[in-house]
Structure formats: structure tokens, C-alpha cells
């Protein structure tokens, strides 16, 4: 039995990955000395008995032509592993996990090298034969998904999303990530004052959807304690990403993590109406100024007629002002809901978005910060058990 095969003219890199398999591991090495790749998977699978473990793309192949064939057995054959032969440099890295391949090999790379990452290989195969179940099935126990939403922009949305994440990483610590779905112009690096190495770009890439390991690798980790997926760095990007990618990033992280929120772009765009399929919570995030106020009651008789509205709903009042003209009264009557938890406008709230450091990092005794607990309660299970008409109790500004 073939359990690796690889396709390469390279004549000493198919005798270096012999000795490997020859010294410390079982199965045959089936070799293809060409350069030429297959259109299809199936022409190369038909000559084999049973198709391999481990499908290695040599020196010399052309890296194009390698990174199409990888997409389509990560579609059509996810549990083969596929290695590729190149130099180990981030972009090409990242450029290859896109398109499904397992590990990168340095065409130089000394025995053990070899080894160690054959072996990470057969692992990965068995592990998704093992594991493998249907794209819809779904775990039965998911965290709780928090959409952060706003019709309007400008109306803090975005530094109520990090103070959630980073308020429930002092809960939960690691149990928290931070999606932004922002896709274009999205401000969570900035917020959290983040470089990431990798985005929501690569997290909805085939090997991702289809590898949690691979998925989580793709996470920034934030000092607070909590975990940080970001918007892709150039606006171009977000073309490149489907709702159905979306909604399968969003419910492989409920799988995995306690709390997920997800701050979506100001507006009903579609993808933010996917996440909103799948929350479990929406934070509806509203200023005191008649336009947002007016926004929020467009957006909310849209998502009643469209019947998309999360299951349990809490209204914020941010940057509230007594002295802006609008009553909490006023609001309610305009949305026709009740006001939940008012933020007051704070230096302090300002200060630390432009540092990117939310507020609730720090150790102040701020006014915005009981408003912000005030909001975090509501995510606790003992407060989701209290009768509806505790839920909702009237906001008093001060």
C-alpha cells in the first residue's frame, strides 16, 4: 500500500523522503518524477489501489499549479494531508494553509526535519478520519454568540464589542473570542491596539473549516485573556468572503468557545444578517441623537418582518447624556422597546478608545464602568433565568 505519494523531478528529494519513511515509519513512498501536475484528483488516485495518507509536493513543481491541485483535494478528499515544498516564509505559509495544505517542508530540510513533519501528517489523517461528520452537523453544546449591532455608525459600537470581550475574558479567561465583521473598514485591531499576523481572511480558508487546530492558529491572542479574530487589512479582501464561509466560522467558534462576539458593520449588510442568524444575543447599540434613534427603529421593524431577531435582545444607550435633548422615555417610544443599560459619556471612555485600551482593562473607578458590568450581568446564566419582567427594568440617566 502507497500511504505517501509523492510528484517531484527531484531525484535526491525523493530519496531523502525514502530514507525518512525507510527509518522510522511504515507504508511505501509511491514517487511521480515529473513536474506536471494533475487537472484533476482522480487521475492521480486511479492508479492507486487506496488513496494515500500523505501527498507531498516536491521541489521543482510549479507553486500555482501546486496550490490549485491542493484546494481541490482539501474539497474533495479533506483527510489526505498535503505537503508542500518551499521555503518557510510567513506569506507563503499563509498563502498555502489558504489553499488547504498541511505543512510547508524546506526542499533543504535535514532527515529529522522530514520526519517530524511526515509524522504530524499521518497524525492530521488519522485524526480527521476519525472526527469527519457532515458540514451541517453541528456541536450540542455552543457557547453563547453576542451581535454587537448598529444601524448607524459612529454610535461607539465598536468600543461596546472589546469591552464586552475583554469583561468576559476576566470571567471566562481563554473561553472568549472577538470576531469583527467589519470586513472592509473594521476597527477591533485598532481598538485593542493589535497587529495581527492573520484575519478572518485566513480563518475562512478550507483548511481552517475543516481543522480547528489549524482554525485557532489563525487567532490573536489578546493580554486581557481573550482571544481576537480581526478584519482583513485591505478592504478588497472582504469580496473574497461568503456569508456561507461566515456562518461556518461563526459556528465552529461557538463550538469552541464559551462566549464568541462578534462586532458587525454599522448597517443591515448581509453578512452581518448571517451572524445575526446565529446569535444567541443582539446588543442593539444606539446614541442619544434622533438620528440613531431613528435608525435603530428602521433596523428593528426590518429584522421583525424578516423574523431574524435573536432570541434574547439588550438595548444600549451609548455616550447618554441627560442633557442631550432625548429622555430614555423618548427612545423607548420611538424603537418601541425598552432601554436595558446606559453608558454614560466619559473622558475616560475616549481616552482609553484612543490608546486602544477599553476602559473596563483598566482598573478605574469610571461611571462608564457600571454601566459597562451593568451590560455584562446580562450574558451571567443566573440572570437568564429571572422572569421577562425582571429582564427589562427602566433606565434612570444621571
Known sequence: MSRFVLITPDARFDHLLRTAVAASMHGEVRSFLTSALPEDPQQLLA???VPPEVLVLGPEVPV???????TVFDVQFPEISIILAGEYEPKFVVQAMRAGIRDVLSPTAELAQVTAVLERACQAHSARRRTR??????????????GVFSPKGGVGKTTVATNIAVGLGKIAPMGVVIVDLDLQFGDVASALCLDPEHTVMDAVSPT?????LVLKAF???HPAGFYALCAPTSPSEADHITVEQ?????DQ?????QY???????GLPEVGLTAMERCTDAVWVTGMDVPSVRGLRSGLDVLKKLDILPETRHVVVNMADPKAGLSIQDIEASIGAPVDVSIPRSRSVAFSTNRGIPVLQQAKNDRAVKGYRQLLQRFDPKWRAQPARKVHRRVVLR
Do not use: C, H
Not at 481552517?208 to 480547528?212: C, G, K, N, Q
Not at 464568541?260 to 454599522?266: C, E, H, K, M, R
Open 208 to 212: 481552517a473549516s475543516r481543522d480547528t
Open 47 to 49: 492508479g492507486l489501489a
Open 64 to 70: 500555482d499549479e501546486a496550490l490549485r491541485l491542493a
Open 219 to 221: 487567532l490573536s491572542v
Open 133 to 146: 461528520r457532515p458540514m451541517d452537523e453541528q456541536p450540542a453544546n455552543k457557547g453563547l454568540v453576542i
Open 246 to 250: 461566515v456562518g461556518r466560522l461563526l
Open 253 to 257: 467558534l461557538a463550538g469552541e468557545f
Open 260 to 266: 464568541v462576539i462578534v462586532d458587525s458593520a454599522p
